[in-house]
């Protein structure tokens, strides 16, 4: 077994009515990774696949389904999975990694990322998500090495998965889970179990097994987090701590979120919601879910690191959408040190167009002070405008499809005026 590392994740946030504004569901998630680690933002159609089909996700291969759903995806550029993403039919999935009493195994399996994407591709709701990604679990397990790298960094996952009417909150333990249906508005996950009493849906030996570990003597009532966590998590929400601060945020601003204000925690540095350091936040997502079946859904995605001094770009799901070129990163095939034994031999650049001037604006933002506080504010600029353009089609219910197809790409275009 690897030696546990110290907890570092993420932070998932859901609002819905009546905490979000306008009756509509705000997602926001900032992805937390090895700071010398590229994000990605891409975009795979729907597609039809043959009886008996394989597929092949970042370790393991499993098998196809019949058909899968369009999906966009912000994910770490060396595996098949993703940190974050959202489908045509207005499901968005986050993970987190949490640890536990059950150790993380070894052995190579679907990673918590692999069980986004897989999710995302086969399910229409956030329920049928989760059954999905709960399935998929018990059938192939979970596990494998989360970092492009020698040393090993493995962890149990959770997911805030969110579609149009409804959010769910799905926290593992080895192939063991447990799913909240959030209510009261607004929920946030970070890297701890956070399932208490309050349980829908829970694997059927959930608490047999914890029996059988002594980790519950079937009398009191049963808490998942207490229960399966290593540590103490009575004072969750009233300890310091990302997720304590983002609970707090949540709650500041509850009956008027919209996606400006989860832009803005996901912004936040005191609270340790935007990450600095070895590990720092990578890449973030918001996305608007409007409760009416003929608006679309409008998702954010920066693609570069430190939201703080990044655009959030919209994208919505139209035909033929543009190939998302300058935020995608080189591919390597059969000769990727991922796909090939022993992993990891080398790390190749997996730098995007968008990522390359981005890391080089960031210098200039940090050692500039003129010209550095002049491109933050062009980046201002620009990121505005859009979330108003946005706002407009959803009030106004004008999209025009041809000029979608591009939203994204000439966002970034624009984005990469701005650094040249």
């Not at 003929?294 to 954010?300: E, R, S």
């Not at 992993?343 to 003129?370: C, N, W």
């Amino acid at each position: 077994m690897s030696a546990r590392p110290p907890p570092r994740s993420c932070d998932t946030f859901v609002a819905l009515p009546p905490a979000a504004a306008g009756g509509r569901v705000i997602f926001g998630k900032n992805s937390d990774r090895p700071a010398d680690e590229v994000q990605e933002v891409v975009h795979f159609p729907a597609a039809a696949h043959p009886p008996g089909a394989a597929l092949e996700c970042t370790y393991v291969t499993i098998e196809q389904v019949a058909k899968t759903h369009a999906v966009v995806l912000s994910r770490p550029a060396w595996l098949w999975g993703a940190e974050m993403g959202a489908n045509e039919h207005g499901v968005c999935i986050g993970n987190e990694a949490v640890w536990g009493r059950e150790e993380v195994g070894d052995d190579e399996a679907l990673l918590g990322m692999d069980l986004v994407r897989l999710g995302l591709e086969r399910a229409d709701t956030a329920e049928k998500a989760l059954t999905v990604i709960v399935d998929l679990l018990e059938k192939h397990g979970q596990g494998g090495n989360c970092m492009e790298s020698h040393m090993a960094f493995t962890y149990h996952n959770s997911f805030l998965i969110a579609d149009r009417k409804e959010a769910w909150v799905l926290e593992t333990s080895g192939k063991y889970w447990a799913a909240e249906k959030v209510e009261g508005g607004v929920r946030n996950i970070s890297n701890q179990l956070s399932i208490t009493t309050k349980i829908d849906r829970e694997h059927p030996e959930l608490k047999e097994y914890a029996k059988s570990k002594g980790w519950w003597d079937g009398e009191k009532e049963f808490d998942f987090a207490a229960t399966y966590s290593y540590v103490n998590t009575a004072r969750m929400t009233t300890s310091r701590g990302r997720y304590c601060e983002g609970y707090k945020l949540l709650n500041k601003h509850k009956g008027s979120i919209t996606s400006e204000i989860m832009m803005e925690i996901l912004r936040d540095k005191e609270s340790g919601i935007n990450m600095e350091g070895g590990f720092m936040t990578t890449g973030s997502m918001v996305s608007v879910l409007p409760q009416q079946p003929d608006l679309p859904c409008i998702h954010f995605f920066t693609g570069t690191p430190d939201p703080a001094r990044s655009v959030f770009k919209p994208f919505i799901f139209v035909p033929n959408i543009t190939r998302l070129l300058k935020t995608s990163s080189p591919t390597f095939g059969h000769d990727d040190p991922v796909k090939k034994q022993p992993r990891f031999q080398h790390k190749p650049d997996r730098r995007h167009e968008l990522y390359k001037k981005h890391e080089s604006a960031a210098v200039v933002m940090e050692t500039i002070k003129g010209k550095g506080k002049e491109m933050l504010k062009k980046i201002q600029e620009l990121e505005k405008p859009k979330i108003s353009e946005m706002e407009s089609i959803l009030q106004n219910r004008c999209l025009d499809v041809n000029q979608m197809v591009n939203l994204f790409s000439q966002c970034v275009e624009e984005e990469l005026k701005i650094y040249s």
